[in-house]
Nanobody, 118 residues
């Protein structure tokens, strides 16, 4: 079991930046993938960025070059640095973790709202 708590959301104007933080607790050594997902108004939840146990990141095309995912194993935190935000990035952002040998992300935070105005 892993517990995830996000923070850092807020409102920003287009072109601005925000940094999201996820603090994990529990059986974190049993996880091999960590990720940030988002759900925009009226849309389903989709992946934004993931990072594996070796620190290898992966990004959805729409955020490449603007967002950076990172993990501090010692602090059990997962960050998402978001730069050059645009209104299409408005969504609720969720931190998630996937247990080793599982195919899906099973642990989720409660979400943090990001609103970008034009």
């Amino acid at each position: 079991q892993v517990q995830l708590v996000e923070s850092g959301g807020g409102s920003v104007q287009a072109g601005g930046s925000l940094r999201l933080l996820c603090v994990a607790s529990g059986s974190t050594p049993n996880m091999d993938y960590w990720g940030w997902f988002r759900r925009a108004p009226g849309k389903g939840r989709g992946v934004v960025a993931t990072i594996d146990t070796y620190g290898t990141p992966s990004y959805v095309a729409s955020v490449k070059g603007r967002f950076t995912i990172s993990r501090d194993i010692g602090k059990n935190t997962l960050d998402l640095q978001m730069n050059t935000l645009n209104p299409e990035d408005t969504a609720t952002y969720y931190c998630a973790a996937r247990e080793k040998r599982r195919a899906t992300f099973d642990y989720w935070g409660q979400g943090t709202q990001v609103t970008v105005s034009s």
